[in-house]
């Protein structure tokens, strides 16, 4: 692995830069997706759109890496402010417009303002923003737009819940939906099986869990000739690098055991043919350990890092719509820490919540203790780890109406998911760094809505208060005990 001193010069490299005027959508094939017989729609060139955005400065100045590793003060504001530009001019498709309209999105955030033009001018791009800035949509519209031909596009994400919800998105922008399928690990596999060996209509577009694709990858080389695009979401979850203190020992597993991530992506860039493929990555957090990663991995003599305003010089930034708050959990009189969540649910009056313990813990055996109180819970991954659109926006207009209350998942599976309207998420522990909590945290606050985060704490010889209180100040946000 490239050492830190040399990542670091090299991760200087990954700064935005002008792109190439010449749009790669191939016209024939993106029409045909999203259904318009309108061929004179024309994506604008870079320079076209960088002169409405007044993008010249931003992109020539370049991402401070050293700062970010150094600096531990977070930024609290939240780049979703909307201006005059519209999708049209970024080079959205007029149908695709059409479509986010209907789901009550009428104007790009910052985020996409700054990467979609980018992306349809074929760049590779490391998206880095906060949770619910909007990340989603910079590589899902221009894939729906231009997806390319079979298995043309690779979504790689880190859990089926994810999966789920990708698809589901993709199905209320798309007008042909056979073209996009999804492949996960820990589901029926005779459907996905069925899917694959459908050679008259191959989907071009491939949403799945890093071991699962692998497996296809492994023993389908020949599907993936033609990818001409590798997007993976939450990319520091997927490759997970190791800690720029990381022993020796480590180090040593990790090169005898690389990540299925990993594996994945650098084995779909070998067999592809086609001559410049695209790379995307997104997450929350990144860091100096992940940009030595991918610069390892080739990615970084041709990848821009495009990012919030709120992230230059800094590691991650939490919205500041976000309001934290603590509770005790006291071992001698409350009996366990489900009454001391349903107390504190009963007072804030909300409909419904996200409930996330540990990841050791049973989830059913909490769903359970849950109902035994009298309240209407489920378990996420029951609910949505189906791969059914369907019944994705059944659990979803549920949740929203409180016909279930409160739904339990872990860390481990609540990665990047997006929950319209969610007010109110309960911690049952004390996540175990900044990062976890950012991510925990950030299903609520998404696109500047207010939203609350209650952990429940533990006064005990453990520090579950003291720990807590590190990470708000780390955090650098105002916080109460309630």
Same mark, same amino acid.
């Given at each position: 692995?490239?050492?830190?001193?040399?990542?670091?010069?090299?991760?200087?490299?990954?700064?935005?830069?002008?792109?190439?005027?010449?749009?790669?959508?191939?016209?024939?094939?993106?029409?045909?997706?999203?259904? #318009?017989?309108?061929?004179?729609?024309?994506?604008?060139?870079?320079?076209?759109?960088?002169?409405?955005?007044?993008?010249?400065?931003?992109?020539?100045?370049?991402?401070?890496?050293?700062?970010?590793?150094?600096?531990?003060?977070?930024?609290?504001?939240?780049?979703?402010?909307?201006?005059?530009?519209?999708?049209?001019?970024?080079? %959205?498709?007029?149908?695709?417009?059409?479509?986010?309209?209907?789901?009550?999105?009428?104007?790009?955030?910052?985020?996409?303002?700054?990467?979609?033009?980018?992306?349809?001018?074929?760049?590779?791009?490391?998206?880095?923003?906060?949770?619910?800035?909007?990340?989603?949509?910079?590589?899902?519209?221009?894939?729906?737009?231009?997806?390319?031909?079979?298995?043309?596009?690779?979504?790689?994400?880190?859990?089926?819940?994810?999966?789920?919800?990708?698809?589901?998105?993709?199905?209320?922008?798309?007008?042909?939906?056979?073209?996009?399928?999804?492949?996960?690990?820990?589901?029926?596999?005779?459907?996905?099986?069925?899917?694959?060996? #459908?050679?008259?209509?191959?989907?071009?577009?491939?949403?799945?869990?890093?071991? +699962?694709?692998?497996?296809?990858?492994?023993?389908?080389?020949?599907?993936?000739?033609?990818?001409?695009?590798?997007?993976?979401?939450?990319?520091?979850?997927?490759?997970?690098?190791?800690?720029?203190?990381?022993?020796?020992?480590?180090?040593?597993?990790? %090169?005898?055991?690389?990540?299925?991530? +990993?594996?994945?992506?650098?084995?779909?860039?070998?067999?592809?043919?086609?001559?410049?493929?695209?790379?995307?990555?997104?997450?929350?957090?990144?860091?100096?350990?992940?940009?030595?990663?991918?610069?390892?991995?080739?990615?970084?003599?041709?990848?821009?890092?495009?990012?919030?305003?709120?992230?230059?010089?800094?590691?991650?930034?939490?919205?500041?719509?976000?309001?934290?708050?603590?509770?005790?959990?006291?071992?001698?009189?409350?009996?366990?820490?489900?009454? %001391?969540?349903?107390?504190?649910?009963?007072?804030?009056?909300?409909?419904?919540?996200? %409930?996330?313990?540990?990841?050791?813990?049973?989830?059913?055996?909490?769903?359970?203790?849950?109902?035994?109180?009298?309240?209407?819970?489920?378990?996420?991954?029951?609910?949505?780890?189906?791969?059914?659109?369907?019944?994705?926006?059944?659990?979803?207009? #549920?949740?929203?109406?409180?016909?279930?209350?409160?739904?339990?998942?872990?860390?481990?599976?609540?990665?990047?998911?997006?929950?319209?309207?969610?007010?109110?998420?309960?911690?049952?522990?004390?996540?175990?760094?900044?990062?976890?909590?950012?991510?925990?945290?950030?299903?609520?606050?998404?696109?500047?809505?207010?939203?609350?985060?209650?952990?429940?704490?533990?006064? #005990?010889?453990?520090?579950?208060?003291?720990?807590?209180?590190?990470?708000?100040?780390?955090?650098?946000?105002?916080?109460?005990?309630?």
């Amino acid at each position: 692995m490239m050492g830190k001193r040399a990542a670091k010069t090299q991760s200087k490299d990954l700064n935005m830069k002008t792109v190439p005027r010449q749009s790669v959508l191939i016209k024939e094939e993106a029409f045909q997706v999203i259904e #318009d017989n309108d061929f004179g729609f024309r994506v604008p060139s870079f320079s076209e759109v960088a002169s409405k955005l007044n993008l010249g400065r931003q992109f020539e100045k370049k991402p401070s890496f050293e700062k970010m590793e150094e600096n531990e003060k977070m930024s609290g504001d939240l780049d979703i402010v909307m201006g005059d530009i519209s999708f049209e001019d970024i080079g %959205v498709h007029p149908k695709l417009i059409k479509k986010l309209q209907k789901e009550g999105i009428t104007s790009p955030v910052l985020i996409q303002e700054r990467a979609l033009p980018l992306i349809y001018s074929n760049k590779s791009i490391l998206i880095k923003s906060e949770t619910g800035s909007g990340k989603t949509l910079v590589f899902l519209l221009p894939t729906l737009q231009d997806p390319g031909k079979s298995y043309g596009t690779v979504i790689v994400v880190p859990t089926r819940e994810l999966a789920s919800q990708m698809l589901y998105k993709a199905h209320r922008l798309l007008g042909d939906k056979s073209i996009v399928a999804s492949f996960v690990s820990g589901v029926d596999l005779s459907s996905q099986e069925k899917r694959l060996q #459908d050679m008259t209509n191959p989907p071009r577009i491939v949403i799945g869990t890093p071991k +699962r694709l692998l497996e296809i990858v492994e023993a389908n080389e020949s599907l993936f000739l033609k990818t001409k695009r590798i997007v993976v979401d939450e990319v520091d979850k997927i490759l997970l690098p190791l800690h720029k203190r990381a022993s020796q020992k480590m180090i040593t597993n990790r %090169v005898a055991h690389p990540r299925s991530g +990993r594996l994945l992506v650098e084995k779909i860039a070998q067999i592809s043919k086609v001559p410049k493929k695209q790379f995307i990555g997104a997450s929350a957090t990144v860091n100096i350990s992940l940009l030595e990663d991918l610069v390892d991995m080739g990615w970084g003599d041709h990848v821009t890092v495009v990012q919030s305003p709120s992230y230059e010089g800094k590691l991650r930034s939490i919205p500041s719509c976000i309001r934290h708050r603590y509770t005790y959990f006291n071992e001698e009189t409350d009996p366990s820490k489900a009454h %001391v969540l349903v107390r504190t649910f009963q007072n804030s009056k909300q409909k419904s919540a996200l %409930v996330f313990i540990h990841r050791n813990l049973s989830v059913d055996d909490f769903v359970w203790e849950l109902r035994y109180m009298g309240f209407k819970a489920a378990a996420l991954y029951r609910k949505i780890a189906s791969q059914n659109p369907l019944n994705h926006e059944h659990f979803l207009a #549920d949740f929203h109406s409180g016909k279930i209350q409160l739904v339990v998942g872990t860390e481990e599976t609540v990665r990047g998911l997006d929950f319209k309207d969610l007010e109110h998420v309960y911690l049952m522990e004390v996540p175990k760094n900044t990062e976890e909590y950012l991510h925990l945290a950030g299903r609520v606050g998404r696109q500047g809505k207010e939203g609350t985060v209650t952990t429940i704490v533990s006064k #005990d010889p453990r520090g579950g208060e003291r720990r807590m209180l590190l990470q708000y100040r780390r955090l650098a946000v105002p916080f109460q005990q309630i």
